[in-house]
């Protein structure tokens, strides 16, 4: 997925950074436990993919969905509302693809995240992410 400005929301991004402007370091800590976490969120949604754990599904997905639009990822988010749907639905036929899609879309935003704030937002090596 190639990094465009729809990998994250300009007007959502930029009250962020208003909000942060007397502590830029606290966005990009932010940024980063975001990323770190939406990585973890990721694995524990393939495992309830892959147990049809549906009640998981739903929970995770609906977690990551939240805090992706605080950070105004907004394709992640739409895909982890497709991926709550199909939880709630007990559906698990494309699921796995939608991981993917889901996977691929939070690697723009962590490449956009790198271009407007540089390398400090990616979670330190060895972590989950």
Do not use: W
């Not at 770190?36 to 694995?43: G, K, P, V």
């Not at 892959?50 to 599904?57: E, F, G, W, Y």
């Not at 997905?61 to 709550?84: D, K, P, Q």
Request: proline share 2%; hydrophobic share 45%; charged share 20%.
């Amino acid at each position: 997925m190639p990094v465009t400005e729809d990998s994250l929301a300009v007007e959502t991004f930029q009250r962020l950074e208003q909000a942060a402007s007397a502590d830029p370091q606290a966005l990009a800590d932010l940024c980063r436990d975001y990323l770190l976490e939406a990585r973890r969120t990721l694995q524990q949604l393939s495992a309830a993919v892959a147990q049809k754990d549906a009640v998981q599904l739903c929970s995770r997905a609906h977690y990551l969905r939240g805090s992706s639009l605080v950070i105004g990822a907004t394709v992640v988010a739409s895909c982890c509302a497709a991926l709550e749907q199909m939880g709630s639905n007990v559906e698990f036929r494309d699921a796995a693809l939608l991981l993917e899609k889901t996977s691929r879309a939070l690697d723009a935003v962590a490449a956009e995240l790198v271009r407007r704030l540089g390398r400090a937002v990616l979670p330190a090596k060895g972590s989950a992410a």
